[in-house]
């Protein structure tokens, strides 16, 4: 009875689920080999790549086919040869089809790109479609691509018909108790892949690599739009909140800081002493900016010959880690200075305005606040978590109305103010020009200005107008090399302007420009440089502590000697008191580097704790002391219940 229900009415859904397997099984291998080199696979591992790949892919073919086999039930024996049922029949394949070759190839190029399944990015492209889709038509081939997944969908279904696949369907005759039974066991199948399998499951390995080929790609953005933000309370390890907060107060307490409130607070009153300067601040935060970018850090392409020059001659900061890796991480860690918290960024969260960011201090010390695009400031909630903590904004906007009820002034960059633009925005050499403008705006008005910059140029398709620097374009390095050209010609600029000399310019990465490695969290893959330009106090000066991007602008509150009220959890790091230390994770995972002490948080309360080896970038197993466990959870259980309960608003 099976093997004739296979043959028969259910050919199309069987053959499906068995091209679909084979396929995933193709991408996989392909995905794999692509990892081969890049991480250390154990004859074990690789079995349960493929084992659990299989499990996951299945469960996809089932919830594509669910509607189908619900129609299959329904549908009377006597209608099985009618012009409708093949209409329903044909129609139905080929979106099939078309959802999951496009799947497939869309798996492919996000691999290439963050050589991860489908997360947490993934759900923000579906959001965010107009910056995606032109990102993609201007990387890739398009018209060829979607020709080409037209043409695979169209040759599958030409071996259906060639098998007689659809005349088994069309000349079916299948009593209903039959096909409620083979239907209601497809259902209960599915039913437990949706409430039993998460895609938690295939993360039980220490290989990042070995976690994502076990995962099924349509499976992974369903879970990822499922968890977009996680409750650090319900899964995370947890200490009682006051002691949490009793943990925290201690480590920021020094002898600069006098805190406000008792109790489950952190702000304080900070009191560096000293000259007072007031200078102008202008921050370029640099897309995608590793740290191994730079001959400083011992890259030998010459990419950045401008940016090390700057290094020898100014601030820089050797030891520093970016939060996370997504330009929103950024943008929350230097603005606000906190530990990242799992699931979405706070720049993309609901409730976060009238927050006390590092903003909020120059407001206070009498500065205008801009943020600066080179995109739509649309995309991610920049423009409206931006706006709604009291900066202006200049961006290549195409919508006006954003953010009304805070918003102060929002400029668009003209189409006659724009020399090459690509999917992600202007090129860094026309941002550039905007912020020049918008400071000699500000500097007629009398007022000092703080100015917020995030460049895009350095992101795929790495386009950027031509003649600028002498390498071929679609690459990273080139698109390195022009970011590094277009600062020394913004730097050139300024020179001239009166108001540099009173002008303080920072460059410092958002993130690095991947994130994967041979562990889950591989450390260095957030080592980020941050060159602090024409302070005060002249000449080089290396910072060489472990630190945080969360750390810059209370050490640049201290270089400046500023009294303020802190709500940071960064810290000076010039302090003689301060206590080398890191925070950093994904969307999942958070990690606390003290020293070589390393532990990583994950959801099921999971806590992890290894030795790190700077020189080898190596995660050895050890067991840590309490202490430092402690430090780790409180960093962000408290910061987690800052932001939910209120804590850092104004």
């Known amino acids: 009875m099976i093997s004739k229900l296979f043959k028969g009415r259910y050919s199309v859904l069987f053959s499906f689920l068995a091209i679909f397997v084979f396929i995933s099984f193709l991408i996989r291998t392909v995905l794999f080999i692509d990892s081969i080199g890049k991480t250390d696979f154990s004859f074990l591992g690789v079995l349960r790549i493929y084992l659990l790949g299989f499990v996951y892919d299945f469960g996809v073919g089932l919830f594509l086919t669910t509607l189908y086999s619900l129609y299959l039930l329904i549908l009377p024996d006597r209608w099985s040869a009618s012009i409708a049922n093949k209409i ?6 080929f979106i099939i089809l078309l959802i999951s070759f496009f799947s497939f190839f869309a798996e492919l190029t996000f691999w290439q790109e963050f050589e991860s399944r489908f997360n947490f990015i993934a759900v923000d492209y579906l959001v965010y479609t107009y910056e995606v889709i032109n990102n993609i038509n201007e990387s890739y081939p398009l018209p060829l691509l979607i020709g080409g997944v037209l043409v695979m969908v169209l040759l599958v279904m030409w071996l259906f018909a060639k098998k007689r696949i659809f005349k088994n369907v069309f000349q079916s005759v299948v009593a209903f108790k039959s096909r409620a039974v083979i239907t209601g066991i497809l259902l209960v199948i599915t039913s437990l892949y949706a409430f039993f399998l998460t895609n938690s499951f295939a993360e039980s390995s220490t290989n990042r690599y070995e976690n994502e080929l076990s995962k099924a790609g349509i499976y992974s953005i369903f879970a990822a739009f499922k968890n977009n933000e996680l409750n650090y309370n319900h899964f995370y390890a947890l200490l009682p909140l006051n002691e949490a907060f009793g943990i925290m107060r201690s480590e920021l307490k020094d002898q600069q800081s006098t805190f406000v409130n008792d109790g489950n607070s952190i702000k304080r009153n900070i009191q560096n002493g000293g000259q007072v300067y007031k200078p102008n601040v202008i921050m370029i935060t640099v897309e995608s900016l590793s740290a191994s970018f730079l001959a400083h850090f011992g890259n030998t392409q010459k990419l950045t010959p401008v940016l090390d020059s700057l290094a020898d001659k100014n601030l820089m900061f050797t030891n520093m880690y970016a939060t996370g890796t997504r330009t929103v991480r950024g943008m929350e860690a230097l603005s606000l200075s906190i530990p990242p918290t799992p699931g979405s960024s706070i720049v ?14 120059f407001e206070k010390e009498g500065y205008t606040r801009t943020f600066y695009y080179g995109g739509d400031g649309y995309f991610d909630n920049m423009n409206e978590y931006f706006g709604s903590n009291g900066f202006n904004i200049t961006d290549r906007g195409r919508n006006i109305k954003i953010g009304d009820s805070y918003l102060t002034k929002r400029t668009i960059i003209q189409d006659d103010q724009i020399h090459f633009e690509n999917a992600w925005g202007v090129s860094d050499g026309d941002l550039f020009d905007a912020v020049i403008r918008g400071s000699d705006a500000d500097d007629k008005a009398g007022k000092p200005f703080y100015s917020f910059v995030m460049t895009t140029s ?52 958002d993130h690095c420009a991947a994130s994967a490695g041979k562990n889950e969290i591989d450390i260095d893959k957030y080592h980020i440089p941050c060159i602090v330009l024409n302070l005060p106090v002249k000449g080089k000066m290396v910072i060489d502590k472990l630190c945080s991007q969360i750390d810059l602008y209370p050490t640049l509150f201290s270089l400046l000697g500023w009294n303020y009220e802190s709500n940071l ?12 230390r890191a925070v950093l994770g994904t969307y999942q995972k958070l990690a606390y580097l003290k020293k070589d002490s390393l532990v990583i948080l994950g959801p099921h309360k999971v806590t992890e704790t290894f030795l790190y080896r700077k020189s080898s970038n190596e995660q050895i197993p050890d067991k840590l002391s309490k202490t430092v466990i402690d430090q780790a959870i409180a960093n962000y259980q408290t910061a987690y219940d800052l932001f939910k309960n209120g804590g850092l608003h104004q």
Do not use: S
Not at 571 to 579: D, K, S
């Open 88 to 93: 329903i029949t044909y129609v139905a394949l």
């Open 348 to 361: 993309r969260r609901q409730g976060n305005e009238n927050l006390t960011t590092v903003g909020h201090i």
């Open 458 to 509: 350095n992101h795929r398709p790495f386009t950027f107008p031509a003649g600028k620097v002498d390498m071929k374009q679609g690459n990273r390095e080139g698109a390195v090399r022009y970011t590094d050209y277009a600062i020394a010609t913004f730097l050139k600029n300024i020179e001239k302007k009166a108001w540099y000399k009173n002008t303080i310019v920072i460059i410092v990465a």
């Open 569 to 580: 959890y960064g810290q000076n790091v010039l302090n003689p008191t301060y206590q080398p």
